[in-house]
């Protein structure tokens, strides 16, 4: 499965930010989808997956509720809606295929560019 993500941009602490994963592959609809995240100088981590129907979600512990992963199959799109962002959220963030849950969900590549996302105080 091919990807590119979008949507995301620089945001005060507090806002909220939709990021967008546009997908490409007759065979998106056969696999899990997930994010990360690779914050300046840091390895990159699992922030979320949503299952091959859209019914299973499981995240990371520091999403605490404010993130949310959803998925459209006709239009091969993962979004990742983030609410009450925190300067500590700043990352460039991922969608990839996945296998797995949390916390041993295995990306199956290939990484498209990323998508920066900023959050300041």
């Known amino acids: 499965v091919q990807v590119v993500e979008s949507g995301g941009g620089w945001v005060q602490a507090g806002g909220s930010l939709r990021l967008s994963c546009t997908a490409s592959?007759?065979?998106?609809?056969?696999?899990?989808m997930a994010w990360f995240r690779q914050p300046p100088g840091k390895e990159r981590e699992f922030v979320g997956i949503?299952?091959?129907?859209?019914?299973?979600?499981i995240y990371a512990d520091f999403v605490q509720g404010r993130f949310t992963i959803s998925r459209d199959d006709l239009q091969k799109m993962v979004y990742l809606q983030m609410n009450n962002l925190q300067p500590e959220d700043t990352a460039v963030y991922f969608c990839?295929?996945?296998?797995?849950?949390?916390?041993?969900?295995?990306?199956?590549?290939?990484w498209g560019p990323g998508t920066q996302v900023t959050v300041s105080t």
């Open positions: 949503i299952g091959w129907n859209g019914e299973v979600k």
């Open positions: 990839t295929a996945a296998i797995g849950t949390s916390p041993d969900v295995t990306p199956l590549g290939p």
């Open positions: 592959g007759d065979d998106f609809g056969d696999y899990a």
